[in-house]
């Protein structure tokens, strides 16, 4: 009777093992998360692992495809012969005709700079003559403003009035 008295009661031993039950299956759904979430983050650098490895792939096939063609070419040009010549006719060919197009361009722009040479010189002399004008149209119409407000033409010297827009004398505009 006194182990009883000591002992917790079995409910109570059992409500204990229940709750530690749920905590380790909480505990073990949380550990599936995160086994899931770690399992993916592999799976994804997995795939990126493996396209990693088919560019590396893909570059060293392209690296042994271009060495192989450097070999080749290292071959042809250890034997010396009508295809060097070829090319180096083909290369001679295409710099003349470079040159020769750059001289023509050359010429062309030779001759369109002289002419809008041409063209400056001419727009700089119409400028002038109608600088000259312009500076003589306003000594006129300051003469004729002078001449208006003093009330004499400035044609023929008569006296004019101040609303007058002829000289009544020679016909001179007066405005």
Avoid at 26 to 45: F, I, T
Avoid at 158 to 166: A, E, I, Q
């Amino acid at each position: 009777m006194t182990e009883s008295l000591t002992q917790p009661p079995l409910r109570d031993i059992l409500e204990k093992v229940k709750k530690e039950l749920l905590e380790a299956r909480e505990e073990l759904e949380r550990a599936k998360e995160y086994v899931g979430s770690q399992r993916h983050a592999l799976e994804k650098e997995g795939a990126e692992l493996e396209k990693v490895r088919a560019d590396l792939s893909s570059t060293l096939q392209m690296v042994r495809q271009k060495i192989a063609e450097f070999v080749a070419s290292m071959r042809e040009l250890e034997q010396p012969g009508e295809k060097l010549h070829s090319w180096a006719k083909e290369l001679t060919d295409l710099a003349d005709n470079a040159l020769g197009e750059i001289e023509s361009e050359r010429k062309e722009l030779l001759d369109t700079a002289m002419k809008l040479k041409l063209n400056l010189d001419n727009v700089t002399e119409q400028r002038h003559s109608l600088e000259e004008q312009l500076s003589s149209l306003r000594t006129e119409r300051e003469s004729r403003a002078a001449s208006q407000l003093a009330g004499v033409c400035p044609a023929c010297g008569r006296n004019v009035r101040p609303d007058d827009t002829f000289c009544d004398e020679c016909g001179t505009s007066l405005v």
